[in-house]
């Protein structure tokens, strides 16, 4: 506070991020909410007025909502109303906001309210010309339950253009899968088809129970196991999809970066026999090879945690590996060093796996430019040689 007289802070003292006020000193800690739901960042505080403003995810975790409350943890108001996700911009003195919303289903509008939650007007709506459905793609939210019924996982699936569900169409995972991490929100997909969806691929996204949709109750399976949990999940989800009769299990694809590429490559061998296709960039293959700051947080150290180590390696799963595979790292990268790919790819050519790798000179972790243009084309190409021979 500009008064020196405390702070507020967002923390996860019980299973979920909420607000707390607290002194200096320490002494004096003040809940401000009690959601069992995600608080997921603060906007605004308002000394004059004592109030907090700040985004939640309100019931539905995939959502994003303006809430406000006071310094006493009294009069709590959800500012924005309705599905989807909010962004929202408040007035210097706080009596009014403008609510700029978008769901899944919807592109949304520009709404114009005040401080008790009342909708004055609406300013702008972005609802394009609504076309035949059947003519283009469009995407849509479900719920898959996981095997041992504890959690319903948010997932998002995106159809081809000119969708027809008696035929039989490819999917592909998209992915990054890190504790705390979510993919799948209630926000609008855009009016323009993604590359996918123009050349008849479905494309899917899950969350599992520790990507933070589910707070720590989720996110407290992966400690000491990253790679257990995230690929039992993902398992569960492509049943599911085995299930449409629009889906061709026979191929089912991963793709991602970073935390990504490490899921994908986890998926063509500790999860081989559900994915058939994998494209990994930048991956963690053994945990023993990336930072001690990000991995000891969640897996403690090598010494303590042997078996977690073990389990969670790329490497230690090659023999299984099934399917194909599409590896690509930069020289210099300085986060995921290029010895995680180097290791996958001795113990792949040991065990007589055929698998393709691309190296990029001179990048990090990422790049722009005519690289990141090559490692998209390559990408896109590998998708239309394996699924359609093209």
């Not at 702008?124 to 849509?140: A, M, P």
């Not at 490819?170 to 979510?182: C, D, E, H, R």
């Not at 599911?240 to 009769?245: A, G, N, V």
């Amino acid at each position: 506070m500009n008064n020196n007289s405390g702070f507020i802070l967002r923390s996860c003292r019980n299973d979920w991020h909420n607000l707390y006020l607290c002194s200096w000193d320490g002494k004096q800690v003040k809940q401000l909410t009690d959601f069992s739901f995600m608080v997921t960042a603060i906007e605004r505080v308002d000394e004059a007025a004592k109030v907090v403003y700040f985004y939640a995810t309100g019931n539905e975790s995939t959502g994003k909502h303006l809430f406000s409350i006071g310094f006493d943890g009294k009069n709590l108001i959800q500012l924005t109303a309705g599905e989807g996700t909010h962004s929202v911009s408040i007035s210097p003195r706080g009596n009014y906001f403008i609510d700029t919303w978008n769901s899944v289903s919807n592109p949304g509008s520009i709404i114009l309210g005040d401080k008790k939650a009342r909708i004055l007007r609406e300013v702008y709506n972005f609802n394009v010309q609504r076309q035949d459905k059947t003519e283009n793609s469009r995407s849509e939210m479900v719920k898959i339950m996981t095997a041992d019924g504890l959690f319903n996982m948010p997932a998002l699936i995106s159809y081809p253009l000119n969708f027809d569900p008696a035929k039989k169409y490819p999917v592909v995972f998209t992915i990054y899968g890190g504790p705390g991490s979510k993919n799948v929100s209630n926000s609008w997909q855009g009016n323009t088809p993604s590359w996918y969806s123009t050349n008849d691929i479905i494309t899917f996204m899950v969350d599992h129970r520790g990507s933070g949709q589910f707070g720590m109750r989720g996110m407290d399976y992966l400690y000491r196991c990253l790679g257990k949990w995230e690929m039992l999940d993902y398992e569960d989800a492509v049943k599911w999809l085995r299930k449409k009769p629009y889906v061709d299990s026979t191929k089912i694809g991963m793709t991602g970066t970073s935390y990504g590429g490490y899921m994908t490559c986890l998926a063509l061998t500790k999860g081989a026999g559900y994915w058939t296709h994998g494209v990994a960039g930048m991956p963690v293959t053994d945990y023993r090879l990336y930072d001690n700051i990000y991995t000891e947080r969640y897996m403690d150290t090598p010494k303590d945690n042997p078996e977690g180590y073990r389990d969670g390696s790329a490497l230690n799963y090659v023999k299984n590996f099934k399917g194909k595979l599409y590896l690509y790292h930069a020289d210099m990268d300085d986060n995921v060093h290029m010895q995680n790919s180097i290791y996958l790819i001795s113990k792949l050519q040991d065990e007589g796996k055929i698998f393709e790798f691309m190296l990029y000179p001179n990048g990090r972790h990422g790049w722009g430019g005519p690289k990141a243009t090559h490692v998209k084309n390559e990408s896109n190409n590998f998708w239309l040689r394996n699924f359609f021979g093209k």
